[in-house]
């Protein structure tokens, strides 16, 4: 069976729960319309090296992982679709290389199939593998460099240990260019301890170099064109998104040290059952040198990180891949001795999880319905089929743990590829506007002129439109630093200047504005416009279609 139709159904289930979901929900904003409207601009202008938001320029991040968002839209159409597909195609190199360093640790096809089930069925994984930003690109780099890492110590030869080194130095080089310098910094985190541990520093010293050399050759040329098209950009990013970010006392996303030690764990779902035993495991292993390299490259990035200032939940993506393995090592082993407890307790707690879920929607619909009776009843129905689906697949690993221990895959495949389509509209309406935008974009599109108070909706306003042409009206957020520039000052208007503003641009032609209104400063921000305009509204979006009036 191992043989014959394990990979063809992982494939089919890659297939299933990452790629159909793609285009079964809406852009989720801020983020994904972000992404998607700064990789369209690099499509639509031909400006390659520096991105912009809006026309804005925007340094947070460098250009390679926009730029494979826009080969999706090129390939795919600049659609739901194309906009996810480097996030998914990420994720699925990323599942091939469990696979790969699997095999090259173990020599062991049950254990390569246990350790990519494994990690394809980490909810966190699968979920943000149908997100569109750039966290799954990153991980997938992070991830070349720690599986390269393990090929330049495990070559035999002296061209096998060339060619590793320089597959490390073309990941760090593309990580970088992706997200920037951590991409360098992760794997020196891992290679150090390891190195001076296996008394192999001289190795290090030696070929290291010639991942250094191959980084540095994969992103100069970028660097230096954005160096040439922007002088300022090393400065912001380096600076603001990587020293202030990480160690800065005003860091954003501040969070406690042990912020990611819960996080861990609820991102190992639905294996969670199965952490005290791998670490058991692998605590009796820590001598071997491969669960050693396996601990550094877990604990490594995760200590580095929590004590970090600045944290985001995505950050730790790069430790499952590890601890898929470390898993996986410990689990072959307890099914290979028949000792199933582990994961009999595995299957029973996603189950309690599972029921514990389905009695709270219960409770909240009785009390405050999140979904509307008789308007959301597919929604709820989706839902339904979402947890059921769960508990049935755990119940199966609790019940015949030897031979349907994979179970908990169905159950966080349809979780993942349900639940996004299964949102009460309260959610859709208000963080996926672009698909609101879609139902208007006819009487949107002859306008001359486009304004909005909100980045989210401006850009899934813009990124539908094919604009990036879209003014801001008393919004800044992250573009204060763009806005700075002096070109960049008709970007922006205020409650003093809109009247004007209107004024002069319905002379030009329509004017299209999308609204963002949750309280009494944007209800304030509509009164200002004009009251003969068309309107339409969704959640807590407005859109508004003003006629073009004589001059």
């Known amino acids: 069976m191992i043989r014959r139709w394990a990979l063809p159904l992982l494939l089919l289930a890659f297939g299933a729960f990452y790629l159909l979901p793609l285009a079964t929900h809406g852009l989720w904003i801020p983020d994904e319309s972000r ?23 925007y340094f947070e991040k460098p250009a390679a992982g926009y730029w494979m968002i826009a080969f ?14 480097a996030s998914a195609l990420s994720t699925g190199l990323s599942i091939l290389l469990v696979y790969a360093v699997s095999r090259r640790l173990w020599d062991d096809r049950q254990k390569s199939l246990i350790s990519t089930v494994l990690y394809m069925s980490f909810v966190s994984v699968a979920a943000l593998g149908g997100y569109a930003n750039l966290d799954p690109q990153f991980t997938f780099w992070v991830n070349l460099t720690g599986v390269a890492l393990w090929f330049c110590l495990d070559s035999s030869t002296r061209r096998g240990r060339l060619w590793a080194w320089a597959l490390l ?26 190195m001076v541990m296996q008394k192999r520093v001289g190795e290090l010293l030696r070929y290291g ?26 400065h912001f990013f380096f600076w603001h998104e990587h020293i202030q970010r990480f160690a800065g006392e005003d860091a954003q996303h501040a969070e406690p040290f042990w912020y990611y030690l819960p996080l861990l764990a609820a991102f190992s779902l ?28 877990l604990l490594m990035p995760l200590a580095f990180f929590s004590l970090a200032k600045g944290k985001l939940p995505s950050y730790i993506m790069p430790c499952l891949l590890p601890l898929a393995l470390l898993m996986s090592h410990a689990l072959a082993d307890k099914l290979a001795q028949g000792r199933l407890r582990a994961l009999r307790i595995n299957g029973w707690l996603n189950l309690i999880l599972g029921v514990v879920a389905m009695l709270a929607l219960v409770w909240v619909q009785l009390k405050k319905p999140v979904y509307e009776p008789g308007q959301e009843t597919f929604s709820l129905v989706l839902v339904c089929v979402c947890l059921f689906g769960w508990v049935i697949a755990n ?24 639940a996004p389509a299964a949102l009460p509209h309260s959610v859709v309406y208000n963080k996926t506007p672009d698909q609101f935008i879609l139902d208007h974009l006819q009487e949107l599109q002859p306008a001359t002129a486009l304004l909005s108070n909100d980045l989210g909706a401006a850009s899934a306003l813009a990124w539908r439109l094919q604009r990036p042409d879209v003014t801001l009206y008393n919004s800044i957020g992250e ?5 700075a520039y002096p070109d960049a000052g008709h970007h922006l208007v205020d409650t003093h200047q809109i009247q004007q503003w209107m004024s ?17 400063d944007e209800i304030a921000e509509v009164n200002l416009l004009p009251q003969d305009g068309k309107r339409y509204e969704q959640g807590n979006i407005v859109i508004l279609i003003f006629a073009q009036v004589a001059p």
């Open 35 to 57: 992404y998607a409207q700064i990789s369209q601009e690099m499509l639509l202008t031909g400006k390659w090296a520096a991105p912009h938001f809006m026309g804005i320029r």
């Open 479 to 483: 573009v204060k630093y763009g806005l």
């Open 169 to 194: 130095g073309f990941a760090c080089g593309m990580g970088f260019m992706t997200k920037g310098f951590l991409a360098w910094l992760l794997p020196v985190l891992i290679a150090v301890p390891y």
């Open 504 to 520: 002069d641009a319905r002379k030009q032609g329509p004017v299209g504005v999308v609204m963002r209104v949750k309280g009494d």
């Open 270 to 297: 639905p294996w969670l059952g199965l952490l005290p035993s791998t670490f058991k495991q692998a605590w009796l292993d820590k001598r071997s040198p491969k669960i050693t390299y396996l601990l550094l490259w």
């Open 209 to 234: 170099l010639v991942a250094v050399a191959v980084a540095i050759v994969v992103s100069l040329p970028w660097a230096l064109a954005v160096h040439l098209q922007e002088p300022d950009y090393w």
């Open 72 to 85: 999706g839209q090129a390939i795919f159409g600049q659609n739901l679709f194309g906009v996810r597909f």
């Open 395 to 418: 119940l199966l690993q609790a019940l015949r743990p030897l031979t349907l221990w994979a179970a908990p895959l169905i159950g966080s495949g349809l979780l993942v590829a349900l």
